[in-house]
């Protein structure tokens, strides 16, 4: 039986509200996953779910396309945000390839989808992304991270930091996968380990931990989506509550995560409708 000394994640289960967020999170997955169209077209949910998780992703970046421009494009090339939207949509493809190694290496993971988001395919000649890609950024790099702008912690900091997310990974947690996943996403989130795309990799890494747990085992609930829709001030402000580290803050964040889970429930449960009507 796990103690909260030896699994810190456990504990934060009793915040206030984390109790409620988890139940609630539950319920609307199992609510989705019973739908009748999930029963012969899972496949397809899936992959819509990975679409607009994208998009969602990507709008938090400052790239707010909407869906069918993202849908229909196929050069993501073309400036800054095309960049970030494609480098959403690579990530979205990826992850799912990496669920196998996510317990055992998640460092491995996350140098691995910065590698896929910061790609370097289809940047203007000259704009190589250089050898900052797929590692910790050292002393002295810049992090470009659209929208977000709290104090950066040191490259000493972020490498202890990581090192301690990993061994809580790879350890393993009683806490629900609401709880880990939130603590995931924004742990990244505050290390901004990387010179580049920490929103899109720390939101990627949400979604690994809450499929790989077994909570979403078939990818169909974007919490992405309901980041988005919350608003950014709103993901800012329920940020803010996990850097702070206080209870009301810490369960704020979770909550705010649960919520998003609950609007990426929402989202797949409306696509299901449509192909249940034939209008999709």
């Not at 993202?70 to 959403?88: L, N, Q």
Request: aromatic residues 4%; proline residues 5%.
């Amino acid at each position: 039986m796990s103690t909260h000394a030896s699994d810190p994640l456990a504990a934060l289960g009793s915040l206030p509200g984390v109790a409620e967020a988890v139940d609630s999170v539950r319920k609307a997955v199992d609510r989705v996953y019973g739908h009748r169209v999930m029963r012969r077209r899972s496949n397809e949910i899936s992959s819509e779910a990975a679409l607009r998780g994208a998009r969602g992703s990507a709008a938090l970046s400052g790239a707010d396309w909407a869906l069918e421009e993202v849908r229909r494009r196929t050069d993501f090339s073309a400036d800054a945000e095309a960049r970030t939207v494609g480098a959403a949509l690579r990530l979205g493809a990826e992850a799912g390839q990496l669920l196998s190694i996510w317990r055992q290496s998640p460092l491995r993971v996350l140098a691995r989808l910065h590698l896929v988001a910061a790609g370097d395919a289809g940047l203007p000649a000259g704009a190589g992304v250089g050898d900052s890609v797929g590692r910790p950024r050292l002393d002295g790099e810049t992090v470009d991270e659209p929208l977000i702008d709290f104090p950066l912690p040191t490259p000493s900091e972020v490498a202890g930091r990581l090192d301690g997310l990993a061994e809580l990974i790879v350890a393993g947690s009683e806490a629900p996968a609401l709880v880990t996943a939130a603590v995931i996403h924004g742990e990244l989130l505050a290390l901004r380990p990387f010179t580049s795309y920490n929103g899109l990799v720390a939101r990627a890494a949400e979604r690994i931990a809450l499929v790989g747990s077994g909570l979403d085992p078939k990818a169909i609930c974007p919490a992405e989506v309901g980041h988005a829709e919350q608003g950014r001030a709103a993901y800012l402000a329920a940020f803010e509550g996990y850097l702070s580290g206080t209870p009301e803050g810490m369960g704020a964040w979770i909550a705010h995560c649960g919520r998003s889970v609950e609007l990426g429930v929402r989202e797949s449960t409306a696509v299901c409708e449509a192909l249940q009507r034939g209008a999709a």
